[in-house]
Protein backbone atom coordinates (compact mmCIF):
# COMPACT_ATOMS: atom_id res chain seq x y z
CA UNK A 1 0.00 0.00 0.00
CA UNK A 2 1.43 3.56 -0.86
CA UNK A 3 2.17 5.95 1.90
CA UNK A 4 -0.44 8.17 0.61
CA UNK A 5 -2.92 6.03 0.79
CA UNK A 6 -1.88 5.16 4.55
CA UNK A 7 -1.91 8.75 5.28
CA UNK A 8 -5.50 9.42 4.09
CA UNK A 9 -6.74 6.48 6.14
CA UNK A 10 -5.75 7.69 9.20
CA UNK A 11 -7.15 11.02 8.67
CA UNK A 12 -10.33 9.91 7.82
CA UNK A 13 -10.23 7.45 10.81
CA UNK A 14 -9.62 10.23 12.79
CA UNK A 15 -12.48 12.62 11.37
CA UNK A 16 -14.99 9.88 11.59
CA UNK A 17 -14.52 9.71 15.15
CA UNK A 18 -16.00 12.76 15.81
CA UNK A 19 -19.08 11.69 14.59
CA UNK A 20 -19.52 8.80 17.38
CA UNK A 21 -22.51 8.74 19.29
CA UNK A 22 -21.16 7.43 22.48
CA UNK A 23 -23.15 9.13 25.95
CA UNK A 24 -22.51 6.27 28.04
CA UNK A 25 -18.56 5.61 27.91
CA UNK A 26 -17.39 8.74 26.39
CA UNK A 27 -15.10 6.54 24.23
CA UNK A 28 -14.77 7.79 20.66
CA UNK A 29 -13.79 5.69 17.72
CA UNK A 30 -13.77 6.42 14.15
CA UNK A 31 -12.52 3.91 11.36
CA UNK A 32 -11.80 4.32 7.31
CA UNK A 33 -11.92 1.07 5.10
CA UNK A 34 -10.24 0.81 2.21
CA UNK A 35 -12.13 -1.66 -0.35
CA UNK A 36 -9.87 -3.22 -3.54
CA UNK A 37 -11.23 -0.73 -6.14
CA UNK A 38 -10.05 2.36 -4.10
CA UNK A 39 -13.30 3.26 -2.35
CA UNK A 40 -13.34 4.49 1.28
CA UNK A 41 -16.08 4.08 3.67
CA UNK A 42 -15.96 5.62 7.10
CA UNK A 43 -17.82 4.74 10.48
CA UNK A 44 -17.94 5.69 14.32
CA UNK A 45 -19.04 3.74 17.57
CA UNK A 46 -22.69 3.94 18.15
CA UNK A 47 -23.76 3.17 21.26
CA UNK A 48 -27.44 1.75 22.73
CA UNK A 49 -28.52 2.01 26.69
CA UNK A 50 -28.78 -1.66 26.07
CA UNK A 51 -24.97 -2.14 25.83
CA UNK A 52 -25.10 -5.21 23.85
CA UNK A 53 -26.92 -3.51 20.77
CA UNK A 54 -23.50 -0.74 20.92
CA UNK A 55 -22.07 -1.08 17.34
CA UNK A 56 -18.54 -0.77 17.08
CA UNK A 57 -16.77 1.65 14.05
CA UNK A 58 -14.81 -0.75 12.59
CA UNK A 59 -18.35 -3.02 11.90
CA UNK A 60 -20.02 0.34 10.93
CA UNK A 61 -18.25 0.59 7.92
CA UNK A 62 -17.78 -2.70 6.99
CA UNK A 63 -21.64 -3.20 6.97
CA UNK A 64 -22.06 0.47 4.90
CA UNK A 65 -19.30 -1.02 2.56
CA UNK A 66 -21.11 -5.01 2.16
CA UNK A 67 -24.05 -3.02 1.71
CA UNK A 68 -22.75 -1.54 -1.38
CA UNK A 69 -21.77 -4.41 -2.73
CA UNK A 70 -18.30 -4.26 -1.65
CA UNK A 71 -16.70 -7.79 -0.34
CA UNK A 72 -13.13 -7.37 -1.28
CA UNK A 73 -10.66 -5.12 1.28
CA UNK A 74 -7.30 -3.75 1.58
CA UNK A 75 -7.20 -2.18 4.82
CA UNK A 76 -8.93 -0.31 8.04
CA UNK A 77 -7.39 2.37 10.12
CA UNK A 78 -9.23 3.05 13.58
CA UNK A 79 -8.52 5.88 15.92
CA UNK A 80 -9.58 6.54 19.38
CA UNK A 81 -8.75 9.29 22.14
CA UNK A 82 -6.38 7.26 23.70
CA UNK A 83 -2.83 9.46 24.07
CA UNK A 84 -0.30 6.47 24.66
CA UNK A 85 -1.17 3.53 22.77
CA UNK A 86 -2.57 2.93 19.60
CA UNK A 87 -6.54 1.84 19.21
CA UNK A 88 -6.98 -1.91 18.67
CA UNK A 89 -10.11 -4.11 17.55
CA UNK A 90 -12.05 -5.30 20.61
CA UNK A 91 -12.56 -9.63 20.15
CA UNK A 92 -15.93 -9.20 17.48
CA UNK A 93 -14.20 -6.51 15.47
CA UNK A 94 -11.28 -9.33 15.04
CA UNK A 95 -13.61 -11.86 14.12
CA UNK A 96 -15.91 -9.31 11.77
CA UNK A 97 -13.07 -8.39 9.90
CA UNK A 98 -11.31 -11.72 8.81
CA UNK A 99 -14.74 -12.79 7.93
CA UNK A 100 -13.28 -10.90 4.83
CA UNK A 101 -9.92 -11.99 4.82
CA UNK A 102 -6.85 -12.94 7.00
CA UNK A 103 -4.83 -10.94 5.04
CA UNK A 104 -5.58 -7.51 4.56
CA UNK A 105 -4.42 -4.62 6.71
CA UNK A 106 -5.54 -3.00 10.03
CA UNK A 107 -4.23 0.25 10.76
CA UNK A 108 -4.14 1.04 14.59
CA UNK A 109 -3.75 5.06 15.42
CA UNK A 110 -3.22 7.27 17.77
CA UNK A 111 -4.38 11.16 18.00
CA UNK A 112 -0.85 12.23 17.39
CA UNK A 113 -1.18 10.34 13.93
CA UNK A 114 1.25 7.75 14.22
CA UNK A 115 0.42 4.10 14.13
CA UNK A 116 0.94 0.48 13.97
CA UNK A 117 0.23 -2.11 11.31
CA UNK A 118 -0.84 -5.75 11.40
CA UNK A 119 -2.83 -8.09 9.26
CA UNK A 120 -6.27 -9.13 10.00
CA UNK A 121 -5.19 -12.83 10.38
CA UNK A 122 -2.26 -11.75 13.12
CA UNK A 123 -5.11 -10.07 15.17
CA UNK A 124 -7.07 -13.14 15.58
CA UNK A 125 -4.85 -16.15 15.47
CA UNK A 126 -6.42 -19.50 15.39
CA UNK A 127 -9.62 -17.92 13.74
CA UNK A 128 -12.89 -19.47 12.66
CA UNK A 129 -12.91 -18.56 8.95
CA UNK A 130 -15.99 -19.35 6.09
CA UNK A 131 -13.26 -21.76 4.90
CA UNK A 132 -13.54 -23.62 8.26
CA UNK A 133 -17.16 -24.67 7.55
CA UNK A 134 -15.73 -26.92 4.57
CA UNK A 135 -13.46 -28.76 7.02
CA UNK A 136 -13.69 -32.56 7.39
CA UNK A 137 -16.55 -32.86 9.84
CA UNK A 138 -17.37 -36.66 11.81
CA UNK A 139 -20.02 -38.72 10.69
CA UNK A 140 -23.31 -38.65 12.66
CA UNK A 141 -24.17 -41.65 14.27
Not at 4 to 24: F, G, M, S
Not at 29 to 38: E, N
Not at 95 to 101: D, I, N
Request: net charge negative; glycine share 6%; aromatic share 8%.
Amino acid sequence: MEQEQIDDLVRRCQEAKTHAYNPYSNFRVGAALLCQDGTVYTGCNVENVSYGLTICAERTALVKAVSEGHREFKAIAIASDLANETISPCGACRQFLVEFGVSWDVIMTKPDMTYKTMKTGELLPLCFVPESLQEEKVSKV
